[in-house]
């Protein structure tokens, strides 16, 4: 199957920093990329639609000027946490999405964001 | 809007024995269905999904689904489990295979030697 890499895919920062997290497409080309988020114990909830080449559709309640999101190339997206906060500490989660394999979205292994 | 229910948070079975996971879902057209696994701290891995056809659909690791849209149902089912089954499951519903999906709280399954 397809390959969706994060990375890093650990990452510890101290509050009122920015965090930049990246999810690539190893062997295909990813028209779409979904960022996901996910609580301890609980469901991944959409943050945001990511379409390559335009900006980015945010859920409703997701701070867009908080989660920053880049989708630069086909193969390439990035979510930055701007100023980050304690209650930002969760495990974001990509997947992807490309023309070819278009059987289903790919996810990534998942980013665990902890902030002091 | 859609939306997915698994009413058990929990499961424990003993290995070797039959399992089956529920999931009801919520959407106003035909839905896309998929079934995830997820072990502590990893991504989630798709064990099969349904679009359309023959309503059992067939998954990796033994895995099988049956769709019924009298009951708004898609149920994960094992006729014998293994110890490395022990992950967390998540059912989810889309509008197509590329949309957005909505993920239901997902079972935590326990596996007994």
């Known amino acids: 199957g397809a390959v969706v890499s994060q990375h890093p895919s650990w990452v510890i920062c101290k509050s009122g920093t920015s965090v930049k997290i990246e999810c690539r497409s190893l062997?295909?080309?990813?028209?779409?990329m979904f960022w996901y988020r996910q609580f301890p114990k609980q469901s991944l909830m959409l943050m945001a639609t990511?379409?390559?080449?335009?900006?980015?559709?945010?859920e409703q309640g997701v701070e867009k000027d908080k989660f920053l999101i880049n989708h630069a190339s086909l193969t390439l997206s990035t979510l930055t946490v701007t100023s980050a906060h304690p209650e930002d500490s969760s495990f974001y989660i990509c997947?992807?999405?490309?023309?070819?394999?278009?059987?289903?979205?790919?996810f990534g292994p998942g980013t665990r964001l902890t902030v002091l | 809007a859609q939306s997915v229910t698994q009413p058990d948070i929990h499961i424990t079975v003993s290995e070797g024995a039959s399992l089956e996971l529920r999931c009801n879902y919520s959407?106003?057209?035909?839905?896309?269905l998929f079934w995830y696994v997820q072990s502590p701290g990893q991504g989630l891995q798709l064990l099969l999904k349904?679009?359309?056809?023959?309503?059992l659909v067939q998954g990796i690791k033994g895995f099988e689904a049956e769709f019924k849209r009298s009951q708004s149902s898609f149920n994960l089912r094992k006729p014998s489990v293994h110890w490395s089954d022990a992950a967390e499951y998540f059912c989810?519903?889309?509008?197509?295979?590329?949309?957005?999906?909505?993920f239901g709280d997902g079972t935590t399954l326990t596996v007994k030697p």
């Open positions: 997947s992807a999405w490309g023309k070819r394999p278009s059987d289903t979205q790919y």
């Open positions: 062997d295909f080309q990813a028209t779409t």
């Open positions: 990511s379409n390559e080449g335009s900006k980015a559709t945010y």
């Open positions: 959407y106003g057209a035909t839905p896309y």
């Open positions: 349904y679009f359309s056809g023959d309503t």
């Open positions: 989810a519903v889309g509008g197509t295979n590329a949309g957005k999906s909505t």
